[in-house]
């Protein structure tokens, strides 16, 4: 099983040692009022980011509709920053002609912007400024950061990968995304430190779970066009069934340990999640009952109907 909570940084992870560091926490404790220029370009910044997740996703779109408006501007905020650094290195870069050591330079350039935008409250980029906003304000710092960007430096330069590299890379590509989200649906919330760890677990179970379905079901796409294997020890060619519901297995048990949490998110961020949850719960099923052959040849995807009556189901309030 692939199911497992690392610790990179030497200490366990949780919402208190993310905010602790942040460098900028007694500037935020004021509220200077903003002139009307710099709260337009607030404005249009997070304008921006908005954009990114609904031309990108339409499923993440969709759910972030299901969000408090401030919770929602904050997913769409870190959504946006997370596809510009994975639109470096998944090929767009590439096809405007950068060699890998420009792809590299690129993507460092981006990392530092994103720091330094943390640090002062302001980029030129306005994707990068609209996450600064939302880092500033939930608390998000390098520790979350950091091992995104170094996943993300994964892609470059690393197409095989053993279980060590694939387990930094899923928590540096999805893990600390989720936590990241979590910063924000918590961000006024009073916690004990267990009900703190468990939300922490949930939310990175999460974005493993949503990680490694993308990988499942997307398998022949990242060997053909981008030249990755991510699974260890899977030849995607060899494929069996075995191998593949020993995958679909481990995704369920990361979603079980996701769901648990859900029920207990506060309100402004639960229904959004429960529909995530249940899209790709409903995914991993589909691919589930694919054949391995099949899988290797064609990309599965949850019907519209479907996937519609998951959202009105979670706006209802219905949450499995």
């Not at 602790?20 to 200077?32: C, K, R």
């Not at 980011?49 to 779109?61: D, E, K, L, P």
């Not at 095989?160 to 694939?166: A, C, G, I, K, T």
């Not at 409903?282 to 519209?304: D, G, M």
Request: charged share 20%; proline share 3%; glycine share 4%.
């Amino acid at each position: 099983m692939l199911l497992f909570w690392p610790e990179f940084t030497g200490n366990r992870t949780t919402l208190k040692s993310v905010r602790d560091g942040f460098p900028v926490s007694s500037s935020l404790s004021t509220s200077a009022p903003l002139s009307d220029q710099s709260a337009l370009y607030n404005a249009v910044a997070e304008a921006s980011a908005s954009v990114v997740i609904r031309r990108y996703s339409t499923s993440f779109g969709l759910a972030s509709k299901l969000l408090d408006a401030r919770i929602r501007q904050d997913v769409e905020n870190i959504y946006g920053l997370v596809r510009l650094a994975d639109e470096i290195v998944d090929g767009v870069a590439a096809e405007a002609g950068l060699s890998k050591a420009a792809i590299s330079r690129s993507l460092l350039d981006l990392e530092v912007e994103t720091n330094r935008a943390v640090e002062v409250g302001y980029s030129t980029n306005l994707i990068v400024h609209a996450f600064a906003l939302t880092a500033r304000r939930t608390g998000i710092t390098r520790e979350l950061t950091q091992p995104f960007f170094e996943s993300m430096r994964m892609d470059i330069t690393k197409q095989l990968h053993n279980q060590d590299s694939f387990e930094k890379y899923v928590y540096g590509s999805a893990e600390v995304v989720g936590l990241m989200c979590l910063c924000s649906f918590l961000a006024e919330t009073d916690l004990t430190s267990d009900q703190e760890e468990r939300f922490v677990m949930g939310a990175r179970a999460l974005g493993a779970a949503f990680q490694k379905v993308n990988f499942l079901r997307d398998l022949s796409a990242d060997v053909d066009s981008l030249g990755r294997s991510y699974f260890p020890d899977i030849v995607v060619a060899k494929l069996t069934e075995e191998q593949k519901q020993a995958l679909v297995a481990d995704i369920d048990a990361d979603l079980a340990v996701s769901a648990a949490i859900v029920p207990d998110l506060p309100a402004g961020s639960r229904r959004a999640v429960a529909a995530a949850q249940n899209l790709f719960a409903a995914l991993n099923h589909r691919i589930a009952a694919t054949p391995a052959t099949e899988l290797k040849q064609t990309r599965v995807s949850v019907p519209n109907t479907t996937k519609a009556l998951i959202f009105l189901k979670a706006w209802m309030g219905i949450l499995t």
